[in-house]
């Protein structure tokens, strides 16, 4: 403890009072996760304002022999951005770094710093008549440094893809304080190895992402919002592969939601519109974006006309005006919250091919109900790109021990089964600490030789946060039966 105290007088010294925290009460929203799971401990947390002040603090931390995790807004879902050696470790906090450096509209694109919140960031291009595409439930205070190091998807993927497909540049700080600035706003460059993808979805652990070059979109001019309710998960499936072809690609969110949904939304919201009966065996919530002329709403209803002629859908709603869209995200949004209400969970963002969404979802909760029967469980997700969030919650008043042997439990049904699909048990959220063992567990040895190579490579000291993703010593290897 006195070590650590002498650490923490050392960097208030060295990089300035105002930029160190060091009292416990002061750090502890650093070190304890968005949900409130697991807080821990750090021997202080930095908040640099600049470039060159992250790069003399790393440098700092390496003379110091203290590690470093990189912390954005601290919404993670995986435990990326807490510390786990709290009398080795600081939290570098890049919340002061939230400047907007420049937009081009005529380029379609902006720089910003790493601490910018996403939505911030979206309303100050918007202003410019330009849009952002990525779209998180965080996105109030989750930072574009943390978004890049997660790779974060969100409910627009299927039309824009993930956060690494957004990114034209990235300014970074190396293990040895070096600055890399590769902020380009090029949309080709092809001049070899392209460096920036190595920083995007590594959680922090090469690098410390301070700047961000971002790909900008035409304003949308049109935006339809619907409502569905349908007969089956299988049914959603077919209905989104029939709404691509019909809806000429313009579908930017189709999410599958299951009665469940609106029970845990109303927990949060109790005053929460109903737009539909609640009782139907799942339902779409689906978004059409366009600029230009185009009637999308005249688009939209065509296509949902035809569908409930068929019978493929039961029943539906279009948003008549953009708060009556705002209500029915509202129910997407309000599970989460919902269920974070409900304590410690199984949390889970996998992914498995398109064609067999709708299998995993129906073996699961087969194999949830047989064995866990007094869980409540929420079954929803990005389904057009195969993302599908399988949470598992246990009894009300369950205590702390009985929770966390129903998250044991039930992960280990739904990662064997995820294993027999050839799924991800990470679609959006990363690896962390929380998935790092399972992550690990599941590698092909000759992937874990390149990340290790790669590792040592630009952090040969493992000075990165250290507990994320992988651990410096290698898997035993497997023993011949």
Known sequence: MEDAVNLARLLSERLGAGAVLTDPADMVRYCRDWHGDVTTGAVAVLRPASTE???????????????????????????????????????????????IRSI???????????????????????????YFPLALGAQGSCQIGGN??????????????????????????????????????LRKDNRGIDLKQL???AEGTLGIVTGVAIKLLPKPEHVETALLALPSVEAAMALYRRARRDCCDLISAFELMRPEAFSFARDAHPDLPQSLPTDYPAYVLTELTATGPIDLRAMLEAFLEK????????????????????????????????????????RTDLSVPLSRVADYIAEVSAAIAQSMPQCDVAAY???????IHFNVIPPRGASRAEAEAVIKTAKTILYDILDRYDGSLSAEHGIGRLKKADFVQRMPEAQERLLRALKSALDPEWQMNPGCQIDPRPREPKKEI
């Not at 993670?76 to 002061?96: C, F, K, M, T």
């Open 53 to 99: 002040a992250v790069s003399a603090a790393v440098r700092l931390c390496a003379e110091l022999g203290l590690s470093i995790v990189p912390q954005g807004g601290n919404t993670g879902l995986a435990l990326g951005g807490i510390p786990d050696r709290p009398q080795s470790e600081v939290v570098l906090s890049l919340e002061r770094m939230n400047r």
């Open 104 to 130: 081009a509209p005529d380029d379609f694109s902006a720089i910003v710093d790493a601490g910018c919140v996403l939505e911030a960031i979206k309303a100050a291009v918007d202003a410019e008549g330009c």
């Open 148 to 185: 890049v190091s997660t790779n974060a998807g969100g409910i627009n993927v299927l039309r824009y893809g993930m956060t690494r497909e957004l990114i034209l540049g990235l300014e970074v700080v190396l293990a040895d304080g070096t600055v890399w600035d590769g902020l380009s706003t």
């Open 199 to 201: 920083f995007i979805g």
């Open 307 to 346: 569908e409930m002629e068929a019978g493929e859908i039961l029943d539906g709603v279009i948003a008549a005006s953009r708060q009556q869209a705002l209500n029915l995200w509202k129910v997407r949004e309000g599970m989460n919250e919902g269920q974070a209400m409900r304590g410690p969970h199984l």
């Open 381 to 387: 997700g990005h389904v057009g790109d195969g993302n």
